[in-house]
DNA sequence: CTAAATCTGTACCGTTCGGTATAGATGCAG
DNA sequence: CTGCATCTATACCGAACGGTACAGATTTAG
């Protein structure tokens, strides 16, 4: 333990609240004000805990992605091709409507328009999509190389048209859709599939 | 002609440019100082022309909608619905990636997530966004009646399903996919329709 | 040519933004 | 108990935000 007076609170339980913020409004639209509200503590500790507001952000975005972001590696890891897909989109229309969260995705809606000052952030949140996008190409590919997927079928265009369904989905819930529309929009488009 | 000295600017012509702005930077990314410099006017001739920044985020969206969006309503009007459907999302990937233009769909990303302030406009958007919908589901049902669709096809669900593969197009646009990417994405989700 | 009406430009309003200096409180090491 | 390191809290910074008051310029109506 250093010395010195310790932390009067938890870096992981602030971060969440954080994330609930930086989730609701975006980067931008998140002020300081609104974060250091609804994390219970002072600016100034803010700052020295986690450095800037992009800083914090990734912090925020990197603990997402650990946290109601995992079950997108989880659906990947199911043994066959069809169930990974099939589990992944499925449960999207679970996660992006979770009850006491709130809708959509972060890395999609976090800030995909933005001034000048949030390009950073815009920057971070495109390379997590192009990394969730790589990791369904990944798996295709690996459904390719055991005989899993038919041969005629490109992994790069499959992943991409997935990962494009699935912002989709996210956009449609943060416009308000229901888990069940978005359950609809993924039983047509794994229909459309047929893996 | 009214009394008075006559506006040294064509209003069409300033929401053209703040057109630009809103699209690249969205709503609450864009400042008036973005604004009244792209349109080449100033703050007060802004305020007296349109009303406040909400208004004129307003008077934008509809000439976006009337202009570069335009291209949904012509593909809708083709006679065969297997043709509007196609023409849809081909053009959507010409649209949304057109070269001098902002990449991506104001209607969608231009206030997905945002401060209290701008509540209205994210409103707005979502309000449109469901209109687009709506068309589509029109065109369906209009189809359906005419028996140029299966009658065991759900004319909202499909809707849904077309519209939110444009949303991810939108989303993948912004984040810089390219014309190519984009047409893949449209002709695989064509191809699980098989209208 | 005068009067009324509208637009333009400058300069400013109060508020909020992200970020920080500074002082007091609280802990560990010796 | 002393010294020191770290955290908390108040109060503040300059800059940028959306919005407007006001004066001068420019037009039509009479």
Redesign the interface.
Known sequence: MPAGRPRAFSKDDVLDRALEVF????Y????LS?LTAAMGINRPSLYAAFGDKQSLFRAVLQRYVEGPGSFVGRALAEPSVQAAVARLLREAADELTAPGRPP?CLA???A????DA?AAAQADL?AQ??ASEAAIRARLERARDEGDLAPEVDPV??A??I??????????A????SRD?LR??AE??L????L
């Open positions: 989730w609701r409004k975006g931008e639209g998140a002020a609104d959509g999609i809606h976090g995909l328009a933005c001034s949030g495109a999509r192009r265009a499959l991409t048209f990962a494009t369904v699935f912002q989709g989905m996210a956009v449609q943060a416009s308000g859709s529309t609809g929009v047509m488009a229909a459309g599939l047929r």
